[in-house]
């Protein structure tokens, strides 16, 4: 018989070393193009102490309703982002990065435990979740719904599993905290609702009442849940948002919203992870099981509609499909400690290799992203005005130039009615060059192609040739452009 002590570390070497794993392959360098603006209006927000009604860069009109989702929905997201960001850098930002991720699947595997799963679906449903989750490290405020929503099914675990109540109590304290945070609050607030209705209609089955004292206290939670998100700033305006945002013609223009099957081969973890739950389906058959099956067959629909959705699914469906899997596969007998010793060296081996290949435990920024050495130019020789630029730079040029030069374009797209003009003056159509002609821009700073389609952007050609602009800066990133003196 194994000694105790050497069960215990069977059990949790193996977690430990994968988790390092990850939270080394989650620390790469900064590479979201929107990380900046949200630095930039954390920033603002601390200084002012106020959420902004009006875009505090001067940029936009964003009196539409996405314009004020994005200002108000993801303030505390922002602030705390800046406050990594303000006493440690980009170090602290990586890290507060992979800090998340890494406790998002850390909850995964004691959602695991809570249900009782065999250490081998325990082991593979984790190390599956965290691959499918390992292209979405962008900085921004979605990671705190990636954490939120983790915690809150953490907690509703907690109360199926022992029946007491005070896991509940946490629920609309981490409804407040998201609903000031970021807008996947909305996705928390339907899960939670399915959750919900599941719940109550395996009580019904049970008691064959609706009306039974745990549906009356999970309705109070449910309550109260969705009070703390009516009371975030500007709810009304970030269902608008959405709405517009699942609208053909906005998701055509953003990546993040393409079909998971559009991004072969960067899903293929994602469709491993999908293809995990078709088999595990016929483990959800049983009353006892009713309300994670209405979640997890939801949420698994919902993440076909888009990449943004991927880690919302993984993270809230590993832990039942692995336990379904667990049930419905349990005469695959594979002792503990062979999954253990298993997965510790399969997981020693990507360690090792990431090591080898300097990808994990990275710093700074991938500053090929960022038209870093343009800013210094800019910088050193003390140039201001307006400026024409593309939207992936605009974010980095707003964190550094504001105030002194006033951006054209940036990620927050905080007034849709920008887009329209951006397009034609980048791609100069004989109305983009009257647009160009009448915004009286000072300067231009454009990429020298698309980096999805390696075009050349028409601007180029145009002001190369203009009497009235001039090079004035040029590398491997793109152009500068300065009005002169000429007509």
């Not at 102490?49 to 009006?54: A, D, F, Y």
């Not at 100069?428 to 698309?450: A, C, I, K, Y």
């Amino acid at each position: 018989m194994i000694n105790p002590r050497i069960q215990r570390l069977l059990e949790y070497s193996p977690i430990a070393a994968l988790l390092t794993t990850f939270f080394g392959f989650f620390s790469v360098k900064v590479w979201d193009i929107d990380f900046w603006w949200h630095i930039a209006a954390g920033k603002t927000i601390l200084d002012n102490g106020v959420i902004p009604s009006q875009d505090p860069f001067g940029i936009y009109n964003a009196a539409n309703s996405c314009g004020q989702t994005v200002l108000k929905s993801e303030w505390l997201g922002q602030v705390f982002l800046y406050l990594a960001y303000r006493f440690f850098e980009l170090d602290g930002i990586i890290f507060l990065r992979a800090a998340v991720l890494t406790a998002c699947l850390g909850i995964v595997y004691w959602r695991c435990r809570i249900a009782e799963t065999k250490r081998l679906f325990s082991l593979s449903i984790l190390a599956l979740t965290g691959l499918a989750i390992l292209f979405h490290t962008g900085e921004r405020p979605q990671l705190f719904s990636f954490l939120y929503l983790s915690l809150v099914f953490l907690l509703l675990d907690m109360h199926l599993q022992t029946a007491r109540r005070w896991p509940l109590y946490l629920v609309p304290l981490i409804f407040l905290l998201w609903a000031n945070s970021h807008g996947g609050v909305v996705f928390g607030v339907g899960v939670l609702g399915l959750f919900c209705m599941g719940y109550f209609l395996e009580n019904r089955l049970a008691a064959g009442s609706f009306n039974t004292p745990q549906n009356r206290f999970m309705l109070a939670v449910m309550g109260l849940s969705i009070a703390a998100f009516l009371l975030a700033p500007s709810v009304l305006d970030t269902f608008k948002c959405i709405a517009l945002h699942e609208t053909g013609s906005i998701r055509e223009r953003e990546s993040e919203y393409a079909t998971p099957w559009a991004l072969w081969p960067l899903t293929i973890y994602y469709w491993i992870f999908f293809a995990a739950f078709l088999v595990s389906l016929p483990g959800f058959f049983g009353r006892a099981y009713l309300k994670q099956a209405i979640v997890v067959c939801t949420v698994a629909a919902f993440s076909l509609t888009g990449y943004r959705y991927i880690p919302l699914f993984a993270l809230l469906a590993a832990p039942y499909i692995a336990a379904s899997l667990s049930r419905m596969l349990w005469r695959a007998w594979l002792p503990d400690t062979t999954a253990s010793l298993a997965a510790l060296a399969i997981t020693l081996y990507f360690l090792t290799y990431g090591f080898k290949q300097d990808r994990i435990f990275q710093h700074g920024a991938l500053e090929a992203r960022y038209p870093v050495a343009e800013v210094a130019f800019i910088k050193a020789k003390h140039l201001s005005g307006r400026m024409f630029n593309t939207m992936n730079w605009g974010g980095y040029l707003l964190w550094n130039l504001s105030p002194t030069v006033t951006i054209f374009m940036d990620g927050r797209m905080l007034d849709r009615n920008r887009v329209a003009p951006y397009t034609h003056m980048l791609w100069m159509t004989p109305d983009g060059q009257r647009l160009f002609e009448r915004e009286s821009f000072d300067l231009v700073l454009v990429p020298h192609r698309n980096s999805f389609t390696g075009e050349s952007y028409p601007i180029i050609s145009y002001l190369l040739k203009h009497p009235a602009w001039k090079a004035i800066y040029q590398d491997k990133a793109g152009y500068l452009f300065a009005r002169t003196n000429a007509s």
